[in-house]
């Protein structure tokens, strides 16, 4: 299984102090020393770094751990290969563009006989089942929105959540994507989310000696969501998702549910707190670590 | 005016010694601080490096300076924005795939008026004229081989000519672009060549007072081709490229050439050294330094 690793926040934040605990699982820690990749939406635009060497060990890794790139969406994945050979083109997350958007997915899972007829223009590069069915997904949403310049979270989302389940019928299927507006993260067996708001705590990392002040770095209108495999840090709160579900979130809160049928704990959590669109989030450009 | 670099391969080389160059000219030794980028070629699969910082000073370009990775073609380009902000969505090479392969493009010029009308599957990201022509550039090439799986640079050179000679009706269009099997340059205004093959020489840089001595890590079998917009190296042989001119690298060698109606030149090299072809190449794995 690999590892997945996604931070939706209000503000531009850097994710050094969570990379450094994901990386450590990248061979050190954690046996997913198949390559690791880290993509940083910046508005419409991605910056992708990928590596096929162990995260414990990558030279780009230790870059990535001392260089803060301030992002508002980041999605991180550490792997351990299941399908296709230990290179770059197998590494997560997988980027393409649509309608001027660049668009990032990771996997964590494993799909059989999923092989769906792609079109020219989406195409894998590399010979995973995961890019095979971002390709697939992609395709969908291109189809479904043919006529739309590039449609909101408010539409993608149930479509989403439908393709999801479909994909999902071929095995596991937890995955994270984002357009740099919304973080879509989808769990099949096993993906946990933290929400971080002011006070922030001294966070204590679970694979390293290591313990962040958050509040040192946060003003009292930031706000983040973490989504992990495994929670990062060993004195927050992290909540499991159900199996099924699919959660968006936008400016560091979760905006939209999927509500399965044996599912009340979703809805409850939706309720709970009133849902915020991109349009109503209050943005400003502090800094952010988390 | 941008500043444009490109190699192409027979053996994985590092490009560590030309960027150095190149990278100097990105807000020391030339005004070109606008952003850099680099891209690594692994066949059909591409890792791209971008950055909004100066390449002399950016710490990415620190780290590509001194983590060489090897690629059989690797696109390089330092921004001096004409249009777009400075952000890292403006930032060159532009990638996108096409039939399961990545491809590459870099431009250095200025297009008026070039507004085509494009797909909802290829839409510029950023702000640039440069990604708007490379979108049009693999919609066009998409259209016309529809029906192919994915097209020989045999098929896609002289359609990439016809193509090249279009766009470049609306101004300078100086560019470099790739899917990893072959290497295209057109040169509009400025664009120079470099042949190396066995024996190589102590190349000294043009822009930093640094030398390397080729024959270290090169072998007799190995051969490369350098595209640069102004030569990089002050004791080889650059040959400038003609206004106009299409000429295709496939591992290292030429293997075409376009020949426009006022040049003599390019037939006269074309036919100077036989047409290999990506199949007849011999390839093997041994280091090489560029």
Not at 99 to 123: E, T
Not at 128 to 144: G, K, N, V
Request: net charge positive; with cysteine; glycine share 8%.
């Amino acid at each position: 299984m690999c590892q997945l690793f996604a931070l939706s926040c209000n503000v531009p934040a850097a994710v050094t102090f969570s990379f450094t605990g994901l990386a450590a699982r990248g061979g050190r820690t954690g046996e997913h020393a198949d390559g690791f990749g880290v993509a940083f939406h910046d508005d419409a635009a991605c910056r992708l770094f990928v590596d096929d060497q162990p995260a414990s060990r990558s030279a780009l890794a230790e870059f990535l751990r001392h260089h803060p790139i301030r992002a508002r969406t980041v999605l991180a994945h550490i792997r351990k290969a299941t399908q296709g050979p230990v290179r770059w083109a197998n590494c997560h997350p997988f980027l393409r563009e649509w309608n001027g958007r660049h668009w990032s997915f990771a996997h964590n899972g494993d799909l059989q006989g999923f092989k769906p007829r792609l079109a020219g223009g989406l195409r894998p590069v590399g010979q995973t089942d995961s890019e095979r069915a971002f390709c697939w997904l992609l395709q969908q949403l291109r189809q479904r929105f043919r006529s739309r310049q590039a449609p909101a979270w408010q539409q993608v989302a149930p479509v989403m959540a439908e393709l999801a389940a479909e994909v999902a019928r071929h095995g596991r299927f937890n995955f994270l994507a984002s357009d740099g507006q919304a973080l879509y993260a989808h769990a099949s067996t096993s993906l946990h989310l933290l929400q971080r708001r002011h006070p922030f705590p001294v966070a204590h990392l679970v694979d390293e000696e290591l313990s962040l002040d958050l509040g040192v770095d946060n003003g009292p209108g930031d706000r983040m969501v973490l989504v992990a495999t495994e929670p990062l840090t060993r004195n927050e709160d992290w909540a499991p998702m159900a199996a099924g579900e699919l959660r968006v979130f936008v400016a560091g809160e979760q905006v939209w549910c999927s509500t399965p049928p044996d599912l009340t704990r979703c809805q409850e959590a939706a309720t709970a707190r009133p849902l915020v669109t991109a349009r109503q989030s209050p943005l400003s450009f502090a800094a952010a670590g988390g």
